[in-house]
């Protein structure tokens, strides 16, 4: 199926799991473009899609410059930022989604001074407790309050990666657990609230979506497992 038909599926599928958890905000959908060439970029931003994920500053810095001027696109890092590639993140992405811990946002804060500009982030939570993921524990409110109070980051929300389970109520627990983190945290915000909830990638974004997701990120539902590509394009 086409990148085109795909996405309808998937949006009727947010539509009817918004339904049954009795939610009716816009879930915006993130393209994850990882490991795929920049004209899948391309066409996504043709789908109308204008927002693209991308987990590696390298990587990422190669695709972009091969991409022609498409307005409104807005491209986010997805993926883990060692704090020897913050400067090129920030020069390159419209928002830093994997905020995982206070002194990766210290250091954040520092060099976005030192650009001059505020950086978009949201802070990665581990709702999980899996050792193989990284994050803020959820238990951390402080830290996460605390860089809410950098003058050069703009928290607009929270993210997790659910676990990898087939055990559906164990991966909505982890979601739920990131909704009563954002409420514990705007509970005690004051002047601004954090209104995104990034969680749900192509394998539990329904059930991601039933508990309040405000944004998914999708890969393999968009554009197919990788190797299919790889083959069509041998033919």
Same mark, same amino acid.
């Given at each position: 199926?086409?990148?085109?038909?795909?996405?309808?599926?998937?949006?009727?599928?947010?539509?009817?799991?918004?339904?049954?958890?009795?939610?009716?905000?816009?879930?915006?959908?993130?393209?994850?473009?990882?490991?795929?060439?920049?004209?899948?970029?391309?066409?996504?931003?043709?789908?109308?899609?204008?927002?693209?994920?991308?987990?590696?500053?390298?990587?990422?810095?190669?695709?972009?410059?091969?991409?022609?001027?498409?307005?409104?696109?807005?491209?986010?890092?997805? %993926?883990? *930022?060692?704090?020897? #590639?913050?400067?090129?993140?920030? +020069?390159?992405?419209?928002?830093?989604?994997?905020?995982? &811990? =206070?002194?990766?946002?210290?250091?954040?804060?520092?060099?976005?001074?030192?650009?001059?500009?505020?950086?978009?982030?949201?802070?990665?939570?581990?709702?999980?407790?899996?050792?193989?993921?990284?994050?803020?524990?959820?238990?951390?409110?402080?830290?996460?309050?605390?860089?809410?109070?950098?003058?050069?980051?703009?928290?607009?929300?929270?993210?997790?990666? %659910?676990? *990898?389970?087939?055990? #559906?109520?164990?991966?909505?627990? +982890?979601?739920?657990?990131?909704?009563?983190?954002?409420? &514990? =945290?705007?509970?005690?915000?004051?002047?601004?609230?954090?209104?995104?909830?990034?969680?749900?990638?192509?394998?539990?974004?329904?059930?991601?979506?039933?508990?309040?997701?405000?944004?998914?990120?999708?890969?393999?539902?968009?554009?197919?497992?990788?190797?299919?590509?790889?083959?069509?394009?041998?033919?």
């Amino acid at each position: 199926m086409s990148l085109s038909g795909n996405l309808i599926k998937i949006r009727e599928k947010i539509t009817r799991a918004q339904r049954r958890g009795g939610f009716n905000h816009p879930v915006l959908i993130v393209a994850a473009t990882k490991t795929h060439p920049p004209q899948f970029i391309e066409q996504a931003y043709a789908s109308g899609l204008r927002y693209i994920g991308e987990n590696r500053v390298q990587e990422a810095e190669k695709k972009f410059s091969l991409l022609p001027n498409l307005p409104g696109l807005e491209k986010r890092m997805i %993926g883990h *930022l060692q704090s020897n #590639k913050i400067n090129k993140a920030i +020069s390159l992405f419209d928002s830093i989604d994997s905020i995982n &811990s =206070l002194s990766l946002a210290e250091k954040i804060n520092i060099r976005a001074n030192n650009h001059r500009r505020k950086v978009s982030v949201l802070l990665e939570v581990n709702t999980s407790g899996e050792e193989t993921k990284s994050g803020f524990p959820p238990k951390a409110i402080d830290d996460m309050l605390a860089v809410c109070e950098f003058n050069r980051i703009d928290v607009r929300g929270l993210m997790t990666v %659910g676990p *990898l389970t087939q055990d #559906k109520e164990e991966i909505r627990n +982890s979601f739920r657990c990131l909704k009563k983190t954002q409420e &514990s =945290l705007n509970s005690q915000l004051y002047g601004y609230t954090l209104k995104d909830l990034s969680m749900g990638m192509s394998n539990d974004y329904e059930l991601a979506v039933e508990e309040g997701s405000t944004m998914v990120r999708l890969g393999t539902a968009l554009f197919g497992f990788r190797r299919e590509y790889m083959k069509q394009k041998k033919q």
